[in-house]
């Protein structure tokens, strides 16, 4: 990854400078629009911990959440979220930010989130799908994606490079999109948004 590149010279790392911000841009038929954050941040968290999937600690990232939320930030927890409920809140809420937390996985064919069913059952949600679900969203402006593989490309021959959730989310028209391309940390990835709501809030760009 290239946020572990290490500057020898200047004794620092590079990604961790805010006038250094470091982000990936797909080559794609068309130009992403710059849209600007506005005051107040709405953001959806969609949680979902199945049953038979290991176990997260998702009430307490919630109450992270909640905490990273405070002035200037509005955070709606959609609990055990399903795709179906995903969908009618997205289009209901005039959000601004997609939080999704739960489970990741890459396979052959390509990448996934764990969604749940009514009845708690997991529910592997392709990244093309996820990208219909946030179809025609205008308000939003950037997806989260606090699961292990979601920025992970899939191996193997004549795999497409966009086959990964992150990257069909921009593929689709997102503009902007943060995953994870490794097995993830919980107690970092709590710190890590916390700050970031946090930047935001205080006008810094996304890629800053």
Known sequence: PWELMYDDRAGIFPCLSP???????????????????????????????????????LPCEQERMAVAGGTGVR??????????????????????????????????????????????????????????????VSTLRLTILNACYSAAIPGGDGIDALAGVATALVKGGQTADHGVQLPLQERRTLVFHGDLYGRLRAGLP???
Do not use: C, W
């Open 75 to 136: 955070v709606k927890i959609l609990e055990q979220a399903s795709p179906l409920a995903l969908r009618q809140e997205l289009l209901a809420g005039s959000y601004q930010i997609l939080h999704f937390m739960g489970h990741g996985l890459v396979e052959k064919g390509g990448g996934g989130l764990l969604f749940t069913t009514p009845d708690a059952s997991p529910l592997p949600v392709s990244g093309e799908t996820l990208t219909h679900l946030v179809q025609g």
């Open 206 to 208: 996304i890629a800053a």
């Open 19 to 57: 006038l250094n911000p470091l982000v990936r841009h797909l080559d794609l038929s068309r130009t992403a629009e710059r849209l600007p954050f506005s005051s107040p941040i709405r953001v959806l968290v969609a949680a979902a911990s199945p049953q038979g999937a290991a176990l997260l600690d």
